[in-house]
Nanobody
Framework: QTQVKEFGGDSVQAGGSLRLSCVVH????????MGWFRQAPGKGRQGVAV???????IYIDSVKGRFTISKDNAKNTLYLDMNSLKPEDTAMYYC??????????????????????WGQGTQVTVSS
């Protein structure tokens, strides 16, 4: 059984940095498509960053240049390095795994339903 677990959420001040980690137990392989999504209070869940099966990455415009997604296949772990955090980054962050291997990153960023495995989320709060 595949399980996904996020770590690293915290409360920080604007301008600070955090690293989120996502460990996958069970179904993990080097070409696993994975992504980070977030949901702010009162809003729907949105894709933040994705790494597809070919290793291509994509980000939503609001985090480009500040966030970096990466995957360590030896550790079955996905990361999201977040720098220059802003109050509008405050949200519950979710890790999702195993979107279809032929799905390009740009499509996977907006395709929540394509991911069968999700973590419980980790809270990121950025104060001004």
């Amino acid at each position: 059984q595949t399980q996904v677990k996020e770590f690293g959420g915290d409360s920080v001040q604007a301008g600070g940095s955090l690293r989120l980690s996502c460990v996958v137990h069970g179904r993990f392989y080097s070409r696993l498509c994975m992504g980070w999504f977030r949901q702010a209070p009162g809003k729907g869940r949105q894709g933040v960053a994705v790494v597809d099966s070919d290793g291509n990455t994509i980000y939503i415009d609001s985090v480009k240049g500040r966030f970096t997604i990466s995957k360590d296949n030896a550790k079955n772990t996905l990361y999201l390095d977040m720098n220059s955090l802003k109050p509008e980054d405050t949200a519950m962050y979710y890790c999702a795994a195993d979107c279809p291997p032929d799905m390009p990153a740009i499509q996977a960023l907006g395709a929540e339903a394509a991911y069968p495995y999700w973590g419980q989320g980790t809270q990121v709060t950025v104060s001004s």
